[in-house]
Every structure is written in C-alpha cells, then in structure tokens.
C-alpha cells in the first residue's frame, strides 16, 4: 500500500520533468538553431516477492514474482534533426545545411552552436549576438587561406585595401571580316593600369591591307585632351591562312615606343590574338565584324565593398576596382555523439567527456553540412508533438495523483479498522 503510494510519487516527479522539457520546447519554438529535447523514462529496481523456480520432473518451474518501486528518468535527449530554414538576406546570417556546429569563442572558452546570426563588431571581428567571436581561418595578402592551420577570430577587413596591378597583357580576338576592303580600318579600345593604378586608354586599329593581311598601330589617349598622343606606332601585321585562321603572329610586345605611356617604361604589354583554333581567339571569316577586347589583367586600387559566403564558409570580399578576393574561411565542427554536448545557453553546447573531440574542418568535407548565405536555421520544435506530449504528460500526472489519492483512502480504511 505505501510502496504505490511512493510509486505515484516518484511518477509524479518524472511527469513533472516531462512537462518541464515540454514547456521550454515550446518556449523555444522560434529560437534560432534551437534543438528540442525528449525525455526518456525507465523504472527502478523490484521488490521480489517470491524468486523463480526451476522445473523439475514432479513439479513445474514458477516465474518470479516482483513488485515495482516506481520509475525514473534514464534521459533527456536533444533532438538534432535539421530545423527549417527562414530567409533573412543579410550577409553575415549563415546557416548550416546537415550536420556540424559553428565554432565560437567566449570568455576564452570554446563552444559551438547552430545558431547562425551574425554580425561584425566596430573593429571588424565577426561575433554572434553575444559577443562570441567565430572562428575560423583569416586570407593572406595574396587571398589563400591555409585551412591546417589552428583557428582563430575571423575578421571582415572593412576598408581593406588592395594594390593597383599593373597591366602587362591585353588579349583580344573576335573576328576580322575577311571580304574587306583594302582601307578598311576596325578600331578598340581598351583601358589599361600603369603602377600607381592610373588608367590609360589604349587604342588598337586594325587596317586592312592589299594583300589581305591586316596591319596593328596602337597608341594612348591624352587624358587631359581626351584625344590620341601622337600619331598612330605601327607594331606589325597579323596574317591568315585559307581557313582564316590566325598563322602570323601570336602577340605583339607594346612599350612605350611603340604606343604606351611615359607611365608604362620597364612595364611592356603584351597583345595577345589567341592561337588558331583555340577559344577567345582572332579569325578572319566572311564578312562578320566582331572584333573585341576580351580581357586585360590590370586594375586600379580598391577598397573592400562588400562579402559574400559560399557554401564551403570561404568569405570573398568584393572590391571597387572590380576585383575579388579571398578574405577567409568559417570553420564547422562535428563531434561523434552530438547527444553527448552539454547545453550552456545562449543556443551554445559544450563538450563533454561521451560528446567526442571537437573535429574542426572546413563545410562540405568530413561529414559536415554546407553553408546558406542569408538564412537562419530555425528551431526544429514540432508544436503538434509537444502538444501531443503536453497531454501525455498531464494525463499521467493526473493518473498518478489519482494512485496517492486511492493509496490514501486504503490508509484511511485500515485506520478506520479500530472503530
């Protein structure tokens, strides 16, 4: 009689548990990166009243007889299944496509969290909404990122500035029309960057001559008259085959005699035509004109505008001049037993002795996810099972107060026997 009675008690106490986990699942139903948890319920030792009995030729085996002293919790478990993902568009909000954590640093003390929402701090530090710093690895000048070695603070370089380069090629192709007539001139454009950074404009004119080849004379604009320098430097002429393709030459190398700028001495250019049947290449078909500059590999210097995350975490910032570079890198974390994290707050986890080491490496490699740019991952709470689970647990609150009540008035009626 009193063993129900303590039996009911210990339900009690376990459902109240129950209810506990539940409301604070439902509590963090729109918290960012937040995992539900479940609780398990296990019951505890039996008392035996009466032990098992083997069989034997005269007389059959018994089963034992055992009353239980009631239950316990044998765990609370966090549910790490992936939560929904909500669009929010700002750059520094990242979340993580499948498994693996974001690695931050509080208070000097390393922890991790799926929570995603970011943002950078006055001196350009990436933290979460707490302060943490993320981790990750930060881009040399030349823009690499060595991810073997150990992680540190990421940082966005605001106002970071690259070096202007200096331009030493300048391809062009299309197609010169091979039916021209002599006279015939085609001419392009291209603006080109001396040391300092400062363009120039370079013009390329193409003049058909009676033999069918077709000469090159170059030269710069005068930035204060807007008009060319001098007089056109003829650097040579290009020629082509039957199948007009390109058989004479390849290139030119431009200097300043012959069309650059004072700006360019010691830095010749080369003008590149492609190769006969290779792509980006000059031909001389029909009567098509299509000749173009298609690249040349200068620019002036830039300031860093604005980043973008892929979905490996690498940051590449994008540049005024046009340019982009590699700024760094996000680290993720996976563990073996991600049930073994213990939770800390603020949507952090910290290891523990049965959670595995901290297995640190780029996304997309070693089992984990991958990165979305601009997107939370929201809680994975599934309020039609916490409800579901919110009766459950009423219900058996409500039957194991009705055990104390009954074991009560089975107390009441021995008491009652003296009368």
Not at 184 to 202: K, M, Y
Not at 379 to 397: C, H, K, P, Y
């Amino acid at each position: 009689m009193i063993r129900s009675m303590f039996s009911a008690v210990s339900g009690l106490r376990n459902h109240q548990t129950m209810m506990d986990v539940v409301g604070n699942n439902i509590a963090n139903v729109n918290t960012t990166g937040f995992k539900s948890s479940n609780v398990v319920f296990q019951d505890v030792l039996s008392q035996v009243i009466r032990g098992g009995g083997a069989a034997a030729e005269e007389l059959g085996g018994t089963n034992p007889a055992q009353v239980g002293l009631g239950s316990r919790i044998a765990a609370i478990t966090t549910n790490f299944g992936q939560g929904a993902l909500q669009r929010t568009g700002r750059a520094t909000d990242l979340a993580i496509q499948g498994d693996g954590f974001f690695a931050v640093e509080q208070a000097g003390q390393q922890l991790y969290t799926r929570a995603g929402s970011f943002s950078v701090d006055a001196l350009g530090r990436l933290v979460t909404q707490e302060g943490a710093f993320v981790q990750g690895w930060g881009a040399n000048a030349a823009g690499n990122v060595n991810t073997n070695a150990g992680v540190g603070k990421l940082t966005i370089p605001v106002g970071d500035l690259t070096a202007p380069i200096t331009t030493d090629r300048v391809s062009i192709g299309g197609n010169l029309p091979g039916d021209a007539d002599t006279g015939t001139v085609i001419a392009n454009s291209v603006e080109i960057f001396d040391e300092q950074g400062t363009p120039w404009t370079l013009s390329v004119q193409f003049t058909r001559l009676a033999g069918g080849d077709w000469s090159v004379e170059v030269d710069h604009v005068d930035p204060t008259t807007g008009q060319l320098a001098g007089a056109l430097t003829n650097i040579g002429t290009v020629e082509f085959g039957p199948d007009g393709e390109l058989v004479n030459p390849a290139n030119f190398e431009l200097n300043v005699s012959g069309g650059l700028p004072a700006a360019f001495a010691g830095n010749p250019v080369n003008l590149g035509f492609g190769t006969a049947g290779g792509p980006n290449r000059l031909t001389q078909f029909g009567d098509l004109s299509t000749v173009a500059v298609l690249d040349q590999n200068g620019s002036a210097a830039g300031s860093l505008q604005s980043f973008t995350v892929s979905q490996e975490g690498l940051i590449v910032g994008a540049y005024s001049n046009g340019r982009t570079k590699a700024i760094g890198q996000v680290a993720l974390a996976s563990f073996a037993n991600p049930e073994g994290l213990e939770k800390v707050g603020g949507s952090n986890y910290r290891p523990t002795m049965n959670s595995g080491l901290a297995q640190i490496g780029t996304a997309g490699g070693g089992g984990r996810g991958l990165l979305s740019t601009g997107t939370l991952e929201m809680s994975n709470v599934d309020l039609a099972q916490e409800f579901t689970q919110l009766i459950v647990s009423q219900r058996g609150f409500q039957a194991n107060s009705r055990v104390v009540t009954t074991s009560d008035e089975l107390l009441q009626e021995v008491v009652n026997l003296k009368r």
